[in-house]
Each structure stands twice: as structure tokens, then as C-alpha cells.
């Protein structure tokens, strides 16, 4: 069964500083993985996607994420933390079933950037 | 302005009421979503809609019941609720529904008392 874990729930970062969130993934097939970050009182907005070309992928605001299929990792990345930056951030593994793409939600990672 | 909205933004309901939920897109897409956040919880997809069909039924307990009347509009009418169904109801959209990136409203948080 496809599912996905984020390590941590909550990460706090100084400003300036490189971000971490850590993702793992669980998929009998070649995947397709996004990142999603969710502003308070927000909807979700999608940062990147990695669906078999690149194995590194840029999204938007800085942000990136490597797909190592070896650790079953999709790790999201930023050299700078901006106090902008702070949101709660999604792994999300997608899955086919039933003629439909299917999204797993990872729990959230909590991304608190300090001054 | 995002390009899909939910009204209303905060809802507060009795178990015994009857409401509605709303949202619109305006990105030309043709499959709808509601999900479910809860605290403390990943998020729970609860009904897709292709082409004003729905294409998915995720369990969802029959005092939620969807209805997409076009490709632009998804509606959720709730009744008889419980506390537990307390959260944040997101709607989402993608144009077609075998891999183009979901679109989010901002979404619905609905308390019931």
C-alpha cells in the first residue's frame, strides 16, 4: 500500500538559515510526489512536483525537493529561511486507483522561522 | 484572489441544522473535490466529481451529501452533524483527474455545537 510519513511534526529554523522537512514514501510503483504549504487560514498551494523526469525538482518561493529513490526519500529544501516561510507543508504521494488519481497526505510538517 | 472560493469561511452549526457549504472555480476545470482537515490528522479526501459525476465516495457517512449542479460549482449540504465533524472542509479543483495539480480554496471551518 502507498503511503507517506513526515518525520518531523514541527521545525523551527532562525532566519537566514537552511530548511529540512523531511519525507518518506511507500509505493509498490514509481511514484509521482508533490510538496503543498499551507498558510494559516489558507488553502493548500502546491510548491513542486516530481513525476519521473528530473530527480531534483525546483518549485516555487525557493523551495526544492530530491527524489532518492534508494532511501524512499522526497526531502523538501531551502537554502534561506524567509519568516514568510512559515506554514505547515505537506508530502503527498499519489496513487491510481479506480481510473483516478488518488492523493496521500503525509500529516504535516509545522515550519516555525525565528528572526 | 484565488482562482477557487469557499463560502462561508467559518460556519457554527447545532446538530440539528441544516447548512451548506459552497465553492466555486473560476480556472476553467472540470473535477471538484471536498476534503476534510482535522486537527491533528492528514487530510481526508471525501468526494471527486469528474465532468459533474461523482467518481468517488470515500465512506463518508450519509449526513454529508455533495452536490456539483456544473463544472464551476460543488456544494456540500450537511445535516444532523456531530462534534466530531468539527474542521476545516477544503474544495479543490484540477482539470481532468489523472494527474494535473489539485487548486485549493481557502476552505470552510465549520464548529458544531
Known amino acids: 500500500a502507498q503511503s507517506v510519513t513526515q518525520l518531523d511534526s514541527h521545525v523551527s529554523v532562525s532566519e537566514g538559515t537552511p530548511v529540512l522537512l523531511r519525507c518518506n514514501y511507500s509505493?509498490?510503483?514509481?511514484?509521482?510526489l508533490f510538496w503543498y504549504v499551507q498558510h494559516p487560514n489558507k488553502g493548500l498551494q502546491l510548491l513542486l512536483k516530481?513525476?519521473?523526469?528530473?530527480?531534483l525538482v525546483k518549485g516555487i518561493n525557493g523551495f526544492e525537493a530530491e527524489f532518492k529513490k534508494s532511501e524512499t526519500s522526497f526531502h523538501l529544501t531551502k537554502p534561506s529561511a524567509h519568516m514568510s516561510d512559515a506554514a505547515e507543508y505537506f508530502c503527498?504521494?499519489?496513487?491510481?486507483?479506480?481510473?483516478?488519481?488518488?492523493?496521500?497526505f503525509g500529516a504535516g510538517t509545522r515550519l516555525a522561522v525565528h528572526p | 484572489e484565488t482562482g477557487v472560493t469557499q463560502t462561508p469561511r467559518h460556519l457554527v452549526m447545532g446538530m440539528t441544522n441544516k447548512k451548506s457549504l459552497k465553492c466555486e472555480q473560476h480556472l476553467g476545470h472540470n473535477a471538484m473535490y471536498w476534503y476534510k482537515q482535522s486537527a491533528k490528522k492528514p487530510l481526508e479526501l471525501m468526494f471527486v466529481?469528474?465532468?459533474?459525476?461523482?467518481?468517488e465516495n470515500n465512506s463518508v457517512p450519509s449526513r454529508f451529501s455533495p452536490e456539483c449542479p456544473n463544472s464551476s460549482h460543488l456544494f456540500l449540504h450537511l445535516h444532523t452533524l456531530q462534534p466530531e465533524d468539527s474542521a476545516l472542509y477544503l474544495c479543490?479543483?484540477?482539470?481532468?483527474?489523472?494527474?494535473?495539480?489539485?487548486?485549493f480554496g481557502n476552505g470552510t471551518r465549520l464548529t458544531v455545537t
Open positions: 503527498v504521494v499519489r496513487l491510481s486507483v479506480s481510473g483516478y488519481n488518488k492523493l496521500i
Open positions: 516530481y513525476t519521473s523526469a528530473a530527480t
Open positions: 509505493s509498490s510503483y514509481s511514484p509521482s
Open positions: 479543490a479543483s484540477s482539470q481532468g483527474i489523472q494527474g494535473s495539480p489539485l487548486h
Open positions: 466529481y469528474s465532468l459533474e459525476e461523482r467518481v
